[in-house]
């Protein structure tokens, strides 16, 4: 089956955000800044034995607003970030714009305005279902985006993802 559907700036970034939360390195990041610089400060506090009572209450005050005010950015700032980024660094993307994406026994292919790609099974590295998409991973970080919205009926989306995941297992066996 081929698709013929049209890549946004949302995709785009979703892809982004999907990569940032789903890799490990990501997560890494969030939690070192989450907790990694309250502690650093009280290592340093403690390692310069400026370390009293009123040192505690204070630095427990400060490590408590750090980390409400992080979760809180994480949770609500997220709009304000995502219309940076996309201003920022998709804005003349190629990569927006119409797609045509199918696949056979030998791989999958995809065109777009600036050109085709074709992927062998054997370089396919994974392939994910999110809520909103399908993201047939060539690379860590590089894959086809498939949004969701191209189907008509939960049951063509069920019977695509099927044909598509028994096609890469099959050509991955052999």
């Known amino acids: ?100 994406t199918w696949f056979d026994d030998k791989g999958v292919y995809s065109e777009g305005k600036n050109g085709s790609v074709n992927f062998d099974w054997s370089a396919i590295k994974k392939i994910v279902q999110t809520n909103r998409y399908i993201y047939i991973f060539v690379d860590t970080l590089m894959a086809v985006i498939i949004p969701k919205r191209v189907f008509k009926s939960p049951n063509e989306l069920s019977s695509y993802w099927e044909d598509l995941n028994k096609s890469w297992k099959e050509a991955i066996r052999i």
Do not use: T
């Not at 630095?59 to 709009?79: C, N, P, T």
């Open 1 to 100: 089956m081929k698709l013929n559907y049209d890549i946004s700036l949302e995709d785009l970034i979703a892809f982004n955000e999907y990569l940032a939360v789903s890799l490990r390195i990501g997560k890494r990041i969030f939690w070192i800044m989450v907790l990694g610089i309250p502690l650093f400060c009280l290592i340093v506090i403690i390692i310069f034995s400026l370390f009293s009572l009123f040192d505690l209450i204070i630095f427990s005050l400060i490590a408590s607003l750090w980390i409400l005010i992080y979760l809180a950015w994480h949770k609500w700032g997220e709009r304000f970030y995502r219309q940076w980024f996309a201003r920022k660094f998709f804005r003349d993307s190629k990569i927006i714009g119409s797609s045509s």
